[in-house]
């Protein structure tokens, strides 16, 4: 089944039905809030700032969709909104793992030009 697809998909005895949650999530934000204030609010002359982190989880597309999509704001104001099994913790354990080797050899490369 192609879950990318909008779609209805008949078997035998029931239906599955594919939607798309995010556009159904933008179109209940907007009945609450007011986007045209918000964009008006984000394009005044330093104007207010905002920084999503979707913490590698499933908020990440609604983010991009409603922040960069709708309100118009760059790919700047979202940060980890790739949605991650892991929530990205196996990807940030193995950079640190790396940034600890690579001061662990530069600590002994600088030892070694001490020492002769």
């Not at 809030?33 to 989880?57: E, I, Q, T, V």
């Not at 909104?81 to 950079?95: A, L, M, Q, S």
């Amino acid at each position: 089944m192609d879950l990318s697809k909008i779609e209805n998909i008949s078997f035998d005895f029931f239906t599955v039905e594919i939607v798309d949650p995010v556009s159904d999530y933008i179109i209940l934000m907007k009945e609450i809030f007011d986007f045209d204030a918000m964009k008006s609010l984000f394009k005044r002359p330093g104007g207010f700032k905002l920084l999503f982190d979707g913490m590698n989880g499933v908020t990440g597309p609604y983010a991009k969709q409603l922040f960069c999509g709708e309100l118009g704001l760059g790919p700047e104001c979202i940060m980890n909104c790739e949605p991650k099994e892991d929530f990205g913790g196996t990807e940030k354990r193995v950079e640190i793992k790396n940034r600890e080797r690579e001061r662990e050899r530069d600590r002994k490369e600088l030892i070694n030009i001490l020492l002769f």
